[in-house]
């Protein structure tokens, strides 16, 4: 599997290549659907058809995982996972929340991102490091890899912390070689007004990525071993949300 490549033991993950009319949501999913496009129901559909084979696959009884805030996927209380897809590809990745802090995954098409885009979601260091990756390895669409690594970033980040992280704010750099990435948090950001039974994440997150098949996947999870545990700065003002992000 490509995504349960990427992922440590204790998650469990389902991924498809191919629509799931068959699938039909549970009531408590299916209406945030109601105005929704075809598109956005088959992606939708295919969606939750995966995550609820992953929690099967985790040993967990079945539930409704309903939109939450800002998209976000509505888990079972006692599980964290996070849910991706894009043409002809599919994943959901599930993990018990005593063993994962926080779950994120995301799947690309293995192509060019826009320059605008780019330039909307990547600091000037990040598009100097992008130009240099594309020149020495242009088999790997190092703008749309940043692209999807600060996806998971997110996704992992704003359901474990509740607190909203912009494109700009987490600063990703590649280990080629090793297929991984980091991304760096700034200290303004983790000290932002926490909701009540907020995550405190490390200051940096690590993620894996690789591309098959016309697919990029990265993945990001946290486990329970490196929680923060340092004192709690004082709160700064959150960053503004700058629109939705599934």
Known sequence: MLIADL???????????????????????AVSLR??????????????YCAHRALQRLGTPAAPIPAGERGAP????????????????????????????????DAEPHLPLDADVLEFVAGPEERALVAELLARRP?????????????SVYKAWFPATGLFLGFLQARVRFDPSAGTFHADVPAAVRAGARPPGGTRLPTRLTGRWQVSDGVLVT???????EADTTPAAAPAASASPEGERE
């Open 74 to 105: 509505g888990w079972p209380p006692s599980v964290v996972g996070s849910i991706t897809h894009c043409r002809g590809y599919t994943a959901a990745a599930v993990a018990r929340r005593g063993e994962i802090l926080a779950l994120g995954i």
């Open 35 to 48: 105005s929704s496009a075809p598109g956005r129901r088959r992606e939708f559909t295919n969606g939750r």
């Open 7 to 29: 992922l440590p033991p204790p998650v469990a993950a389902w991924e498809s290549f191919q629509d799931h009319p068959e699938f039909v949501p549970h009531p408590a999913e």
């Open 219 to 225: 993945a990001v999870a946290v486990q329970a071993a």
């Open 139 to 151: 088999e790997v669409r190092w703008d749309r890899l940043l692209f999807s690594a600060k996806e």
